[in-house]
């Protein structure tokens, strides 16, 4: 059974936090790019760079990263004998010397977010790296953590998240559901 | 019994009297809200001011304990169009008419409010006085001119003693400006452990109590008349993290080198739209102050505008860019009003959270 944990108002008012937290976390907007990850963490990167322009009025540059997963999306069977790896970037700018928010929807095992570290390290030196995701479920297989969180979900392993978001789902919202037993 | 309203610039108006028997003079302003009039009186943001209803009838639902938003209101007197001869509600306890009885405020009814208020959104709020009918005018203007209203009006109304307002959770120092009970309520809801000090608290006063966070609480009047609160911000601000509403907000905008000024005649009431800047998003809030913040003063490299009143631009939040803190002019705690902003107080307990973890790390 699914249950809405986050609503669409609740969702953007999380964002709407975060991005308080990365303005406060930086002391302004100087050199911060934003980075999302595959689907659902370019939307959310985008919307806060909209944020941030509302707020400081400064373009902030919002890159891509594609990383291809041993899951889809919304389901997660573990299987650790494979690793995420990076298809494509496409960044569109230099990160050397930049302050990198990475931005994804779920953080979980950490192994998406490590394919994401190499893949920016390839790209240059940044002057540092944080992490803002929307929902930390926990499950951490990696030494990994994020500076911004959206909101806490302990889960099960038999659990799932799926995080919803307009540009592609045509609606906003964190959903916590079991994972269908086969 | 007669009784007039006598007003700065000479205007008088003849009502009927109710509430209490006695004279009174005080700053005349109005509030636009229909319903929550117990509530007002007893916001201590009322303090030393004549409050004027613009909602026709008043008094229809009593008054009961559960609404009172502090013990001992300083809410200098009320003008209505109407009281209700009869009120009624399940939830009614007293008559606002005995109500006012007992807290020693006097009213005057059957005045053309509308004319008042208009009178007053063009001039500005002024000075009035409400009185018994007397043979000698001039001699009670007289009297209104000379009277000079108490502008230490937040050590009138603050907590003389610290108290405590018991929970189990994270520990939190409300700085008492004239705090409202529903900020106390909201705390007691996400089951804060509070202390409320008094306005003059001073920084080191309030690190030894070693709290999670700080609230500033509303009050009354100018918030230049309270420097002592001012230092203490400056210094908390770097500590702790901290949240103001109404006069806590302009605290904190004077601590951090922004202005504030008196406006013509505030904005009092509870259908003051302010949008949030970050989304656009327009929340309509529960309003009582007189004064605001300038917005070209506010400097841009210490602190962001993170609300904007929609009809007349005021700015209604401030963020610190390097400190976790920020304050609404409006407030969230609503009573009277609506709740539509109730979620700041959680984001202040996130802000609390997070920072302990960090500090747990």
């Not at chain 1, 570290?117 to 030494?143: C, F, S, W, Y």
């Not at chain 2, 000090?197 to 100018?222: C, F, R």
Request: hydrophobic share 35%; net charge negative; aromatic share 6%.
């Amino acid at each position: 059974m699914a249950k809405e944990i986050y609503d669409a108002m609740a969702m953007k008012r999380a964002l709407t936090r975060m991005t308080y937290e990365i303005i406060e976390k930086n002391k302004g907007i100087d050199g911060i790019v934003l980075v999302g990850i595959k689907t659902r963490g370019i939307y959310l990167a985008q919307r806060i760079a909209s944020r941030l322009k509302q707020l400081e009025g400064a373009n902030i540059p919002v890159g891509e990263l594609d990383i291809s997963l041993y899951r889809d999306d919304l389901t997660h069977e573990a299987d650790n004998t494979k690793e995420p790896v990076v298809k494509k970037s496409n960044l569109g700018f230099n990160i050397t010397d930049k302050h990198v928010i990475l931005v994804d929807d779920v953080l979980f095992t950490g192994r998406t977010i490590r394919a994401a570290l190499d893949a920016l390290m390839d790209q240059g030196r940044p002057k540092t790296i944080n992490l803002a995701v929307l929902v930390d479920r926990g499950h951490r297989e990696l030494p990994i953590r994020a500076d911004f969180v959206g909101k806490n979900i302990p889960t099960s392993l038999d659990e799932e998240i799926a995080v919803y978001v307009d540009e592609v789902d045509h609606k906003d919202g964190i959903e916590l559901r079991d994972i269908p037993k086969k | 019994m007669k009784r007039y309203l006598i007003l700065e610039d000479g205007t008088v108006y003849k009502g009927e009297a109710f509430g209490a028997d006695c004279h009174t003079t005080g700053e005349v302003v109005f509030t636009t809200g229909m319903t929550g009039y117990q509530e007002a009186v007893t916001d201590q943001s009322f303090a030393n001011q004549i409050l004027v209803f613009t909602n026709p009838l008043i008094g229809n639902y009593g008054v009961n304990l559960d609404d009172y938003e502090s013990l001992e209101p300083n809410c200098r007197g009320v003008v209505c169009r109407e009281v209700a001869r009869v009120a009624d509600s399940w939830r009614k306890q007293d008559t606002f008419d005995n109500f006012l009885k007992n807290m020693g405020i006097p009213g005057i009814k059957g005045i053309d409010t509308r004319a008042l208020t208009k009178k007053l959104r063009i001039h500005g709020t002024m000075k009035g006085s409400l009185i018994d009918p007397v043979n000698d005018m001039k001699h009670a203007f007289d009297q209104l001119h000379a009277t000079v209203i108490n502008d230490q009006v937040v050590a009138q109304v603050s907590t003389k003693h610290p108290y405590p307002n018991p929970g189990s959770k994270r520990n939190i120092v409300l700085v008492d400006f004239g705090a409202k009970h529903s900020i106390l309520r909201e705390l007691s809801k996400r089951d804060c452990n509070t202390i409320v000090v008094p306005y003059d608290t001073t920084a080191e006063q309030i690190l030894a109590l070693k709290p999670d966070g700080v609230m500033l609480s509303n009050g009354p009047g100018d918030p230049k008349d309270v420097p002592e609160a001012i230092k203490m911000v400056q210094e908390i601000e770097k500590h702790l993290p901290l949240f103001g509403i109404c006069l806590g907000h302009q605290i904190f905008a004077l601590a951090n080198g922004a202005d504030t000024y008196k406006m013509k005649f505030g904005h009092r009431g509870f259908n003051h739209p302010v949008r949030e800047i970050a989304t656009g998003r327009i929340t309509f809030t529960s309003q009582n102050h007189g004064y605001a913040v300038k917005e070209d003063t506010v400097d841009t490299n210490e602190l962001i505008i993170t609300h904007k009143e929609v009809n007349d631009q005021t700015v209604e939040g401030l963020r610190h860019k390097r400190y976790p803190a920020f304050t609404v002019q409006f407030h969230p705690d609503a009573a009277p009003g609506p709740h539509d902003a109730d979620d700041l107080f959680d984001d202040f307990m996130h802000m609390i959270d997070i920072r302990k973890e960090g500090q747990n790390a």
